[in-house]
């Protein structure tokens, strides 16, 4: 028989997803957390997971505080020890700010920056920093970053297919690195040196992978579609 069902209301509660832990896939222990809901990064907003700009999930890092900090993870241990020398960095991220200075794996001396300007790895202080001079991101677009040194201490940065490398050799080891996600300090809500935009892949090598950056580029390219 016909029935009829008349005079209801369906409803759709939009609900926020935050990364309050990023969990490192090394087995060494140096995982990245957030205890401060403010200060965590989205992973969904409106009740949809958050996309990258080729409609992969992400990790999405937002503007909080008065200036132009961001969300952040942190580690007291720092994913890479004082006395590294060889290491390589991958991201796929993207950025909706060019003004400086969007910080990410940032430590005591170390840190890579993805902008605002153009590309730099700070290995150990001012003194061991290598800045690019035509490596920038486009607002918005998801990028391969690469920051590479070998275990001659010459650091080279890529940008999707694009890379500079540096004229001469750092003269120290690196200090540590990785003790902040997205952020140069625990102050996110009062600088502005914070990331604002995504991070859909972020892996770091100890050692000289030089040889092997060609295969991991286009692995990840051929993923995310850059």
């Given at each position: 028989?016909?029935?009829?069902?008349s005079?209801?209301?369906?409803s759709?509660?939009?609900r926020?997803?935050?990364?309050?832990?990023?969990?490192?896939?090394?087995?060494?222990g140096?995982?990245?957390?957030?205890?401060?809901a403010?200060?965590?990064?989205?992973?969904v907003?409106n009740?949809?997971?958050?996309?990258?700009?080729?409609?992969?999930?992400?990790?999405k890092?937002?503007?909080?505080?008065?200036?132009l900090g961001?969300?952040?993870?942190?580690?007291?241990?720092?994913?890479i020890?004082?006395?590294?020398t060889s290491?390589?960095?991958?991201?796929v991220?993207?950025?909706s700010?060019?003004?400086?200075?969007?910080?990410t794996?940032?430590?005591?001396?170390?840190?890579?920056s993805?902008?605002?300007?153009?590309?730099r790895?700070?290995?150990?202080?001012?003194?061991?920093?290598?800045?690019?001079?035509?490596?920038?991101?486009?607002l918005?677009?998801?990028?391969?970053?690469?920051?590479?040194?070998n275990?001659s201490k010459?650091?080279?940065?890529?940008?999707?297919?694009?890379?500079?490398?540096?004229t001469?050799?750092?003269?120290a080891?690196?200090?540590?690195l990785?003790?902040?996600?997205?952020?140069n300090?625990?102050?996110?809500?009062?600088d502005?040196?914070?990331?604002q935009?995504?991070?859909?892949?972020?892996?770091?090598?100890?050692?000289?992978k030089?040889?092997?950056i060609?295969?991991?580029?286009?692995?990840?390219?051929?993923?995310?579609?850059?």
């Amino acid at each position: 028989s016909d029935f009829t069902i008349s005079n209801f209301r369906m409803s759709r509660i939009s609900r926020n997803g935050f990364v309050e832990r990023l969990y490192d896939q090394s087995d060494n222990g140096r995982d990245m957390a957030q205890t401060t809901a403010s200060d965590q990064p989205h992973i969904v907003e409106n009740g949809g997971i958050c996309k990258d700009s080729t409609n992969n999930p992400t990790v999405k890092y937002v503007n909080v505080g008065t200036n132009l900090g961001s969300t952040f993870l942190s580690t007291t241990a720092g994913a890479i020890s004082s006395g590294e020398t060889s290491l390589c960095y991958l991201t796929v991220a993207s950025i909706s700010t060019n003004v400086p200075t969007r910080q990410t794996f940032n430590g005591a001396g170390t840190d890579f920056s993805l902008g605002g300007t153009n590309l730099r790895l700070r290995y150990n202080g001012s003194a061991n920093t290598f800045t690019t001079s035509n490596l920038a991101m486009s607002l918005n677009t998801n990028h391969l970053v690469v920051a590479s040194v070998n275990s001659s201490k010459i650091c080279t940065l890529h940008l999707d297919d694009n890379s500079e490398t540096d004229t001469s050799a750092f003269t120290a080891n690196a200090t540590t690195l990785n003790q902040f996600l997205g952020e140069n300090s625990s102050s996110a809500n009062n600088d502005n040196l914070g990331l604002q935009g995504t991070m859909s892949e972020m892996i770091l090598y100890l050692g000289d992978k030089t040889n092997d950056i060609s295969d991991l580029q286009n692995d990840i390219n051929n993923f995310y579609n850059i």
